[in-house]
């Protein structure tokens, strides 16, 4: 299995701030996901990028796609408790989704 | 509103009962998939399938089963629970040939405890 690998695995901030998740993997991706998933709930897909390069908005969340298509970055501008929750990137992998260990990510009002 | 169902949302086992899971989905979807998510190890594929009566491997089918005898539903069978089986145990679909850009659409999980 080709690994995806998010940083931080962590991230407790206050309202207000900006952050950055990152996923990365050694192979080339045809196509990356990120899903948000809340406590007690599955994860829910936020957005998928597949050109290199690309850059998609999602109000306050900027997801960026690698040039080289081997990274992927979500980036939140003025964190909000709502933006609490486990991030996780995936990429397909023979027609299957494979998922990185995820950021658990905690904004205190 | 569409979805995925799972039939339990927590389940407490003993050790070498047969467990069965079972997920339900409403969107006329081919595939259907089960993981386990497991803190600090992110969801990892158990089995999956793309059709009624197929099923294939994921990256850890050991000590599971599946059946998936009709479209809408995909059972996943623990045939002698153990305690390393605890955990969450998550069921999603997706259409063919467009999950990988739309998504997969997931239960709300089953949390297993196996004591």
């Known amino acids: 299995t080709q690994l995806l690998e998010q940083s931080p695995q962590f991230l407790s901030i206050q309202e207000g701030e900006n952050l950055t998740v990152y996923c990365n993997s050694s192979?080339?991706?045809?196509?990356l996901q990120w899903y948000r998933q809340e406590p007690g709930e599955g994860p829910v897909l936020l957005v998928t990028?597949?050109?290199?390069?690309e850059v998609k908005k999602l109000k306050r969340l900027t997801f960026q796609f690698g040039d080289a298509r081997k990274d992927s970055s979500l980036h939140i501008t003025a964190a909000q408790p709502g933006d609490t929750g486990l991030y996780l990137c995936?990429?397909?992998?023979?027609?299957?989704?494979?998922f990185g260990q995820g950021t658990t990510l905690q904004v205190k009002p | 509103d569409v979805k995925v169902t799972q039939s339990s949302r927590y389940l407490v086992k003993r050790t070498g009962e047969k467990v069965f899971l079972e997920c339900v989905q409403d969107?006329?979807?081919?595939?259907m998939f089960w993981y386990r998510q497991d803190p600090g190890l992110g969801l990892r594929l158990i089995y999956f399938?793309?059709?009624?009566?197929?099923?294939e491997k994921g990256d850890i089918p050991e000590g599971y089963s599946v059946s998936r005898e009709k479209k809408e539903r995909f059972s996943l069978i623990l045939e002698s629970a153990s305690t390393n089986q605890t955990s969450m145990y998550l069921c999603?679909?997706?259409?063919?040939?467009?999950?990988?850009?739309?998504?997969?659409?997931f239960g709300s999980g089953t949390r297993l405890t196996v004591v």
């Open positions: 999603a679909s997706s259409p063919r040939d467009r999950g990988l850009y739309y998504g997969y659409t």
């Open positions: 192979s080339v991706f045809s196509s």
């Open positions: 990028v597949v050109t290199g390069g």
């Open positions: 995936a990429r397909s992998n023979t027609g299957k989704l494979i």
């Open positions: 969107m006329d979807h081919e595939n």
């Open positions: 399938s793309y059709d009624v009566k197929m099923k």
